[in-house]
């Protein structure tokens, strides 16, 4: 798994540009939300920012590669062929895809933890682990079951869209009405943005906990890449 994560690291943080790319468009997010909102939304945008980095890189990048892999059969004879079991491998590949955006999560919940005060900080670190193993099992889902890189991709981004864009992510779910803020708070990216910009009580982080258990399961499940 420890070379996984060290080639991954290494191929996806060589230039610049691939450590720019990935801030791209939660930071402008950020940017828009902020201004829109004067400011009042800058807690939510930050939170939404930290969960569209770990959705978008374990959904849509880790299932674009897992499939893909099937594609390049002598890069997937050497995955195969070194030590220990398939869903080691893949959170190893995810793990290293995951290098180029940690700092930017680091630097947005240091943020928000100014913001917030350090006693938010378990309740933070609970809904970031629970998101990215959910977020890892969709992705290996995805990866597993996919058999064409172009489809896979495709699907992976319209649910990293569907998941991070349209519903209360980047702003607060208190801004639509009360039926809509009761369904989609059952949403992990919803209820993850909710625990991580400090709104809401306990059911968002009960609510992220529950899905991060779910993710835990799917990754379990699988007993290879190859499905």
Avoid: C, H
Avoid at 49 to 64: R, T
Avoid at 134 to 157: A, C, D, I
Wanted: glycine share 12%; proline share 5%.
């Amino acid at each position: 798994m420890m070379a996984l994560i060290e080639y991954y690291a290494r191929a996806l943080t060589r230039g610049r540009f691939s450590l720019i790319s990935f801030a791209v468009q939660p930071l402008s997010f950020i940017f828009i939300v902020y201004v829109v909102s004067g400011g009042r939304f800058l807690n939510t945008a930050l939170g939404g920012a930290i969960v569209s980095f770990i959705v978008g890189v374990e959904i849509a990048d880790l299932a674009i590669e897992l499939v893909g892999m099937k594609t390049r059969s002598r890069f997937y004879d050497i995955i195969m062929s070194l030590p220990g079991s398939n869903w080691r491998k893949a959170l190893g590949i995810s793990v290293g895809m995951s290098v180029p955006a940690f700092p930017y999560v680091v630097l947005l919940t240091a943020i928000l933890l100014w913001r917030l005060g350090v006693g938010a900080f378990p309740r933070m670190l609970g809904a970031i682990i629970s998101l990215w193993l959910w977020s890892v099992g969709v992705g290996f889902l995805l990866g597993v079951k996919g058999k064409e890189p172009v489809q896979v991709m495709r699907l992976s981004n319209l649910l990293v869209t569907g998941l991070t864009v349209f519903p209360p992510v980047y702003y607060p779910v208190s801004v639509l009405s009360e039926w809509l803020a009761k369904v989609l708070i059952f949403f992990p990216t919803v209820s993850a943005s909710q625990v991580l910009s400090g709104a809401g009580g306990s059911a968002p982080l009960i609510t992220t906990l529950l899905w991060g258990i779910l993710g835990l399961v799917f990754l379990l499940r699988f007993a290879g890449l190859e499905g």
